[in-house]
């Protein structure tokens, strides 16, 4: 596949989207092999990624559930969102936690730097999943990834930061693949010179 068409049929792929059958661990370990071919100032790689299956990834989505259930005011819970972070269990293949190193005390590099680096690398996954016409992925940044014991959870250092999850599973057969849509790219360009 050439990479125009890569880059233009990249879609996110929703857990309900996903059909639960397991991604090769070789194409899990390809996708990372290729998220850390990002580009990054000073060459200070600042994405980290913690891989989630299995047992595991259950355990990772009831501590999704815990954290959501503690952190969400009561104005603002929906027992539906509960029910669709255990719906995840049998529709995703892995779970990515999308983490960021950043060292202040040696690091030159603005942290916005080190942001963009980090989303670059997903992106690489992204397009990664996108060149297979099998795989796909989505990544969602729900408030309580954010928080201190989602943190706690991960196991993150002092310098490190979750960005989100990106969930990776298989395209179900009877799923909906939205189609592409973007304005005019030269509205948003202008040449100078």
């Known amino acids: 596949m050439e990479l125009e068409e890569v880059i233009v049929k990249r879609r996110s792929l929703f857990p309900k989207q996903m059909s639960g059958k397991q991604v090769p661990q070789e194409f899990i370990a390809k996708m990372l092999e290729m998220a850390n071919w990002a580009p990054n100032h000073r060459n200070t790689e600042p994405w980290r990624f913690k891989v989630y299956t299995g047992e595991a990834m259950h355990a990772l989505l009831d501590e999704c559930k815990s954290c959501y259930v503690r952190d969400t005011p009561a104005e603002k819970f929906k027992r539906i969102k ?27 590099v603005p942290e916005w730097e080190e942001l963009a680096a980090t989303a670059m690398a997903v ?71």
Request: hydrophobic share 40%; glycine share 8%.
């Open 82 to 108: 509960l029910e669709k972070i255990e719906e995840r269990k049998s529709q995703v293949s892995h779970i990515i936690a999308i983490c960021m190193h950043r060292n202040s005390k040696k690091s030159v």
């Open 123 to 193: 992106q690489n996954m992204w397009l990664t999943l996108a060149a297979t016409d099998k795989y796909g992925g989505y990544w969602s940044s729900p408030a309580y990834a954010m928080g201190d014991a989602f943190r706690a959870f991960l196991q993150l250092e002092d310098d490190e930061r979750c960005l989100g999850l990106f969930y990776v599973g298989n395209i179900a057969q009877d799923a909906v693949l939205a189609q592409g849509k973007r304005g005019d790219w030269q509205e948003k360009a202008s040449f100078n010179g």
